[in-house]
């Protein structure tokens, strides 16, 4: 599983959140949380995978830091990293 956190500059009112992932074999698993303080993280609404582009809706709040945008990738019956 490979995990990415990031923090925005500025603190930013959400609803969606759009990442485009290079080179991902087939249906990954993907899970992203939210913060505006680092501490407490909420879990996307709902999560979409089109091709190469993760959208995340967010039930609409201040967004500072997402973390564990986390995607896991099957391959057969064996993980990838």
Known sequence: MRTF??????PLRLSLLSFDV???PST?????????NGVTFS???SLALNGYRINAWL???TVRFV????????TGT???F
């Open 28 to 36: 990954p698993e993907v899970s992203v949380g939210v913060s505006e």
């Open 59 to 61: 039930v609409p709040a």
């Open 5 to 10: 956190d990031l923090e925005l500059d500025l």
């Open 67 to 74: 973390r564990r945008l986390a995607v896991r990738l099957r």
């Open 78 to 80: 064996q993980e990838a």
């Open 22 to 24: 290079v080179s991902t």
């Open 43 to 45: 879990p996307a609404a």
